[in-house]
């Protein structure tokens, strides 16, 4: 009798403990800066359809070297969103507008991708360091809801060497684009295991 009392004990104590464990928090409730820090690096004349995303990494030393390269009227590129290592979001651009982050590039067939996608750049250079679990929620929250607003599916969020690929596939003859890495595929199935969770979550 006492014996099963004892148990009882331990039970309700092991389930009070549990139950009074803070929740982790959801992707929504996830603490990141994000900072509006808008390029000058953008199309006047068109309005982005929104298909897709292309994930890139800048392989440039420091933030503030990768924010000024993508804002600085001089060098002509541009994107949508910078995640720094800590999971700081820089707004360069709103979804809506056109920016110079995928060059010569096809996406199911269709060229010119910086009309119709939103570019996301990571601090640092995945061939040498791997992404910051901070930089990976970062962009999971970040982009949840625009997949949603969008109507994006999983399969039009790609890296850069993807649609560069796909556009020398094409045009196998222009020799101006030279094929290289610009987010390694172990850290781009990294954020989209982390996006599919998300999704499948919800």
Known sequence: MYRILFILVLLAGAFLLWSCKEKAPEW???NYVEIQYP????????VNDVEGVILHHTALPTIEASLDMLTLPKNIVSTHCVIDTDGTRYI?????????????SVLN????????TIGIEFQGNTQEQPLTDDQIRSAVQYLVP?????????SNVV?????????MELYPDDKRVKDKCDITQPEYQRVM??????????
């Open 28 to 30: 929504h409730e996830w």
């Open 39 to 46: 390029t000058q690096n953008y199309s006047r004349e068109l």
């Open 92 to 104: 360069l651009a709103s979804p809506g507008m056109v920016t110079f982050h995928a060059g010569k």
């Open 109 to 116: 067939g269709r060229e010119r991708c910086n009309e119709f």
């Open 146 to 154: 625009l997949l949603r607003m969008y109507h994006i599916p999983l």
């Open 159 to 167: 890296t850069h060497e993807m649609i560069r690929h796909n556009y």
């Open 193 to 202: 295991a982390a996006l599919r969770e998300q999704i499948s979550e919800d």
